[in-house]
């Protein structure tokens, strides 16, 4: 019996079975390693041409190579899995997104934890407020990414709606704008893109992997769309009542 069916376990690290799909990408080998940090057996999944960027973990996790949207793929990954984390990516136009999504919902353990990362454009309960620069995206570069075939946002909002609402435990966590560097803790977040904290609107890659990481084990995210910004940002410094040690813009 794996955690997600005995809730007295659900915490036992050493027999926490996560699965995560889209292993190969930059957020996804961060989340490998935060997750193997925690003790927790890994399976990832990634396209079978990208298997080669998780040679830095070979023996320590298992990889199921295919394509994130085949259902069968993802059925074989999940399987037994206490926690499922998912990089939601709205590459092609072919509802990758809304496809990886509907698998996972389908074939994931009735009462595993999902955990789901988006961009602060994906909307919860339409209080969001934007800035002029990510309103110009979704509308201008959105429409000219999907003519060219390239990405799909309104595919990946497709998939963020079926998550929504589905009665499973799912966790919708919005990044904002991501940086490389060094960790800087555990990102803050707010209900709300357009809250103060969130107005420097940066955050380490690194630190959004830990966040998903730690939304696991965290039941106050369940059924949220939390939008985070890294903790050593200005406006999350200043929310705090603390004085920047490193300041930012
Ligand atoms: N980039 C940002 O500024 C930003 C901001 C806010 C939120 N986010 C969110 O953060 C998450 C990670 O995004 P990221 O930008 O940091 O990228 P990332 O972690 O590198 O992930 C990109 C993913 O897309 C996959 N991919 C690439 N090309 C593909 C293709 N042609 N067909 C199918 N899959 C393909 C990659 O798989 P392979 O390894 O197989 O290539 C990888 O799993 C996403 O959920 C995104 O919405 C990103």
């Not at 994931?108 to 620069?133: M, N």
Request: overall charge neutral; charged content about 20%.
């Amino acid at each position: 019996m794996t955690s997600s069916q005995d809730p007295a376990r659900a915490h036992d690290s050493a027999n926490f079975k996560v699965c995560i799909v889209g292993a190969s990408g930059k957020l996804g080998q961060y989340m490998v390693g935060h997750a193997l940090d925690r003790g927790y057996e890994v399976v990832g999944v990634c396209r079978e041409a990208s298997v080669g960027k998780l040679d830095a973990f070979t023996g320590r996790i298992t990889v199921v190579a295919g394509a994130t949207d085949d259902r069968e793929v993802i059925k074989r990954a999940v399987a037994g899995c206490d926690a499922v984390l998912t990089v939601l990516v709205p590459r092609g136009v072919h509802g990758y997104s809304s496809g990886t999504a509907q698998a996972v919902l389908d074939h994931a353990e009735p009462r595993a934890r999902l955990v789901f990362s988006c961009g602060w454009h994906i909307t919860l309960d339409g209080q969001d407020r934007y800035s002029w620069k990510l309103k110009a995206l979704v509308r201008i570069a959105g429409p000219i990414a999907k003519l060219a075939r390239f990405a799909d946002i309104d595919d990946q909002v497709e998939a963020c709606r079926r998550i929504f609402a589905s009665d499973t435990r799912w966790t919708v966590v919005r990044g904002s704008d991501l940086e490389e560097g060094p960790s800087q803790g555990l990102p803050v977040w707010s209900r709300h893109a357009g809250d103060p904290i969130l107005r420097s609107n940066m955050t380490r890659r690194v630190d959004f992997a830990r966040f998903m990481v730690e939304a696991i084990t965290n039941d106050e995210l369940v059924h949220q769309a939390p939008a985070i910004v890294g903790s050593q940002t200005l406006s999350a410094l200043a929310h705090a009542g603390a004085s920047p040690t490193a300041p930012r813009q």
